[in-house]
């Protein structure tokens, strides 16, 4: 009681000397202030992505074409989908692109971080090697893989010299996927390994000494130490990779070509929005119903990876 | 004084609207189409992936526009070939068009039928004279009255071949096909005696070598497509043999023009089409080529080779019509054709001017030989493109034809699945 007494009273003010301007008092900021900080923010997000997002919802019930308004239309172009051959091939290759480079992309890295982590002479090399298909151009990697991969690519002959013979990789439907996949893959190793090197630092070391000490192999130390610990970012990378695995456009655009494949047959969602929308003649009401549909599948993905995690919580 | 939460949510409303107006569709109330005024005015002129190799052309032709014609500025802008229809797509909805864009007929269609192009019926008809009939006609859009681009340049092509695969083949070399039958023959031969190591083609067959077999692409009334029909059938079926031979690059159902243009470069395909560009590509970059090069003109069966037609269009939202067609017509007239096609293998489609002796005396050398011999073959051309032949027609054709090749369909069920996506997208184009 005392104390808060004497924290309120003012020091007496030496004789002799003039009183002290009072302490410029520090406004109290208006209620507008956060609105004005987020506000530049706010704008660009409005622009950029509230916009297009309304808009193309609206044009998903139009027939609007690139240079025609277009008239609401409801659920015409939804119907449309469901007897759109392309549309069911365009989902079919996004769900296979999910499935075929999810498992890899959350595993693989933490393998990779596992043995990058090491701090041995050398290491810095190899993490930066691991690392560069990140920051390299898709296109370039693209065009690459391309060459690696055709007929008389490089593989190719590697694989006529041991008498295999020649692999059609990118003329067969569903080899070219797996090109596609194997591209995703191992461009978006070194991303994830990143990520899984953070999750790991914060890994007590005791808990893989207590292991050692009760006799735990390595492959033991794995699955019961480093997976449960970084468990929350696998999810996050499964989450993350899936996302990107069902948008796929680069990968398979430039290894299958502008009309996805033979008879294209690997065509996936992206694709089909770019090629259905676009141009002059461009359907941009039917290439938003895909979008939308595009939008709710990404929607469904993170909702049962959130709930996976969720689950495994409890 | 602080501000009330109404005013902020005004303030925040109009931050948001104010710059979305812009996304709307401007330039409205443009040029009225009526040419008669006084030539003046700041222009934009656009072309095609043109300023690399033809710079001092353009800016020379647009200094002695402006010396002509005084009180005008011509703003050029030049787009890369790729995306070159995207680019005029997102122009014309968002109303920044140039006043004189260079188009084909098939990128003139949808702008015209969207009201973005003059009618030189109506705004020019007095130069109509000046143009070959077949290049005039050649920017008329089926279903629409009236005339949409000035004609430009014309151009068509040879068929390239490499001498030394016809020889190992035991074709040959100074024989090369002319018709498809002989093609088809040739192809099968070279397979065979290369063990399917070398393809004679390496591209499937576009709408173009649907109507240089001989099939009818599209009905009178341009309101339905009819390349489905006995011609078109056997053109796909015989691509199916070769395909199947290895004649036809197995690698062809994913090709591009470029991916064929490069095979053709290493030997993996002995016949591509081309330009007389094409000869000083093949001298630097495959010079072993280029020593057993063989030309040969187009493949046809109809007697008559593809043409390719580029026009140059004004917008009908130009503030200034009259100097934006006096432009358009003076980069068309029969002088600056001549000019430009003594800088690149092109045509002009300006009346007579192929009687030049430019066009028709050789003078021993390759490059002249390909311009004569493409100069006379451009007096019978056909534009094989219809004109409504929209790219995700193309894409339908394509993928359509690959499941032919695929044998996952016959060549009828193919052309007639075809034809029902491309009379789908017609009606729905409008």
Sequence with gaps: MASSTVSRTHPPRPAGRPAARPARRVRRHLPTSPWLFAAPGLLVTAVFVLYPFVSTVIDAFTDRRTLVPGHFVGLANFRELLHDDMFWTGLRNSVLYVAGTVPALVVLPLLLALLVRKNIPGITFFRSAFYTPVVASIVVVGLIWVWLLDERGLVNSLLQTIGVGRIGFLSDQWLLLVSAMAVTVWKGLGYYMIIYLAALAGVPRELHEAAAVDGAGAVRRFLTVTVPAVRSTMILVAALSSVAAFKVFSEVYLMAGPDGGPAGEDTTLVMLVQRTGTGLTGRVGYASAISLVVFAVTVILMLLVLRADRREDV | ?430
Aim: charged share 20%; glycine share 8%.
């Design chain 2, 1 to 430: 004084m602080p501000m009330s939460r109404r005013t902020l949510a005004a303030l925040a409303l109009a931050a948001l609207v104010l710059p979305l107006s812009a996304c709307g569709s401007g330039g409205d109330g443009g040029g009225s189409g009526d040419a008669s005024g006084k030539v003046e005015g700041d222009i934009t002129f656009q072309t095609w992936n043109l300023r690399a190799n033809y710079k001092d052309y353009f800016e020379d032709l647009i200094a002695d526009f402006e010396k002509k014609y005084p009180g005008t500025h011509v703003k050029w802008v030049d787009q890369p070939a790729e995306g070159y229809a995207d680019k005029i797509s997102a122009d014309a909805a968002a109303g920044t068009l140039p006043d004189v864009v260079n188009v084909s007929p098939d990128l003139l269609a949808p702008l015209a039928k969207a009201g973005l192009a003059t009618d030189l019926d109506k705004a020019a008809a007095q130069y109509e004279k000046e143009y070959l009939p077949g290049a005039w006609d050649g920017q008329r859009i089926p279903g629409l009255p009236g005339t949409y681009a000035f004609p430009w340049y014309l151009n068509t092509g040879p068929m390239f071949y490499n001498k030394e695969l016809f020889e190992k083949a035991g074709l040959d070399p100074d024989k090369p096909p002319t018709t498809y039958d002989a093609l088809f023959a040739d192809a099968l031969q070279m397979a065979k005696k290369s063990k399917g190591k070398v393809a004679t083609l390496g591209n499937v067959p576009t709408i173009e070598d649907f109507g240089r077999y001989g099939a009818s692409l599209m009905n009178k009334d341009g309101t339905a497509f009819t390349f489905n029909d006995a011609k078109g059938v056997e053109l796909l079926t015989k691509y199916k043999q070769l395909y199947d031979a290895k004649a036809l690059d197995p690698q062809a159902l994913t090709a591009t023009p470029e991916s064929t243009g490069k095979k053709f470069l290493t030997g993996a395909v002995a016949m591509n089409p081309g330009s007389a560009l094409d000869l000083e590509n093949f001298k630097k970059q495959a010079p072993s080529l280029y020593k057993n090069i063989g030309i040969t003109d187009q493949i046809t069966n109809t007697g008559h080779v593809n043409m390719y037609v580029m026009g140059l269009m004004v917008n009908a939202g130009t503030k200034h019509t009259p100097a934006a067609i006096a432009f358009a017509h003076f980069v068309t007239d029969a002088e600056n054709q001549m000019a430009f096609a003594k800088k690149v293998a092109i045509f002009p489609s300006t009346a007579g001017s192929l009687d030049d002796p430019y066009f028709t005396k050789e003078d021993g050398t390759d490059v002249t030989r390909v311009r004569v011999a493409a100069a006379k073959s451009l007096k019978t051309a056909v534009n094989y493109t219809p004109v409504l032949f929209s790219d995700q027609m193309k894409t339908a054709l394509r993928n359509e034809v690959a499941k032919a090749l695929q044998g996952k369909e016959s060549p009828k069920a193919a052309l007639d699945n075809a034809v029902k996506a491309c009379d789908r997208l017609l009606k729905q184009q409008g």
